[in-house]
């Protein structure tokens, strides 16, 4: 598991190992933007401002990488991620 700062919000969660970034914001933030949840579409792409992300889509490129993820698919390879958001 690791936290989740959602920096904007004002929100700390906790992501448990099984389950995925954007079923954490979902609960705190239900109107969250996603769809495919297989990362494919990139519809659920947020900002990460600190940590260090475990990418595990096949669509951004390693640009979009350097401050970017998408939620539905990647994980945090720190103990803390914040995403601006
Ligand atoms: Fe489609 Fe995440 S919801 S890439």
Redesign the pocket.
């Known amino acids: 598991e690791f936290e989740l700062e959602l920096r904007r919000s004002g929100r700390t969660l906790t992501v448990p190992a099984g389950s995925t970034v954007?079923a954490a914001v979902r609960g705190a933030l239900p109107d969250t933007?996603?769809?495919?949840?297989?990362?494919?579409?990139?519809?659920?792409?947020q900002r990460v401002l600190e940590g260090e992300v475990d990418h595990r889509?096949e669509?951004l490129t390693d640009a979009e990488r350097g401050d970017s993820m998408?939620?539905?698919?990647s994980r945090a390879r720190s103990d803390r991620l914040v995403l601006d958001m």
């Open positions: 954007l933007a996603y769809s495919c949840e297989q990362g494919f579409c990139g519809t659920c792409q889509d669509l998408l939620i539905c698919v």
